[in-house]
């Protein structure tokens, strides 16, 4: 997936949110270990779904199986 955008006036209502959950849920039963994405600003939308920084560079960011 590439450039996902939610429309300005429809931020703010769990969209971005939902579709990351809904990505997350997805690729589950393959059991990935890790799953990388980038961002430059909307570190808070992934987090809620499990994904936490990498120190560096810092727009990426990874959800691990906790292994």
């Not at 996902?4 to 939902?18: K, L, N, P, Q």
């Not at 809904?22 to 939308?45: G, N």
């Amino acid at each position: 997936m590439c450039d996902v955008y939610v429309e300005r006036s429809h931020r703010g209502r769990g969209i971005g949110t939902w579709l990351a959950a809904a990505v997350r849920d997805e690729l589950a039963p393959y059991r990935l270990k890790r799953i990388l994405l980038s961002t430059f600003d909307a570190h808070e939308v992934y987090a809620k779904v499990g994904f936490t920084p990498l120190p560096d560079p810092t727009k990426l960011m990874i959800l691990t199986d906790g292994d």
